[in-house]
């Protein structure tokens, strides 16, 4: 298999992208904190540019996660095939707060270049929800790393409801 084979395999570019919702989201909130403190707008709009964009790796990160859900679920073993059922429903669940974030953020942008007086608070609502995004990653990915890493594995996984997952 060669690297354009490679880079044509959905579950590759999942695995390729799905650390950047999670250590972006943890580096914009950072930067937006940073600048929420300092109350500095160059600072602010930077931060909002970094959460729109991280938050918005998701919707990729997510469709090629997708994609990918059959060729993986059967090459796993049972326990396996409940991480990733786990896995894909935590995403479903999950994810609604990164596509919010994600839009809030360039409403910020926005709103905060049309009206300079509402970035700070603008940008405080971004961090709220920026947090609970990563918090959203942060779940999504641990059951992830159990799909195929059995010594991550230290519990059963949760039972899935076979309807909310058909592929």
């Not at 950047?20 to 580096?27: E, R, S």
């Not at 959203?136 to 996984?157: M, N, V, Y």
């Amino acid at each position: 298999m060669d690297i354009v084979d490679l880079l044509g395999d959905p579950a590759y570019r999942h695995v390729l992208l799905n650390h950047i919702p999670i250590v972006g989201l943890f580096v914009a909130l950072a930067v937006l904190l940073t600048g929420i403190a300092l109350r500095q707008p160059a600072l602010l709009f930077t931060a909002l540019v970094l959460v729109a964009l991280t938050a918005g790796s998701s919707i990729p990160v997510a469709n090629y996660g997708d994609a990918a859900y059959p060729a993986i679920f059967d090459t796993l073993d049972g326990d396996g095939r409940k991480w990733l059922d786990y896995h894909a429903e935590l995403a479903e669940c999950w994810l609604p707060v990164l596509y919010a974030n994600t839009a809030l953020a360039v409403i910020a942008i926005i709103a905060g270049a049309l009206r300079p007086r509402l970035l700070p608070w603008a940008a405080l609502l971004v961090a709220l929800v920026t947090l609970a995004g990563f918090a959203g990653a942060t779940i999504i990915a641990s059951a992830g790393g159990k799909i195929q890493h059995p010594e991550f594995r230290i519990s059963d996984p949760p039972e899935v409801e076979s309807s909310l997952r058909q592929h």
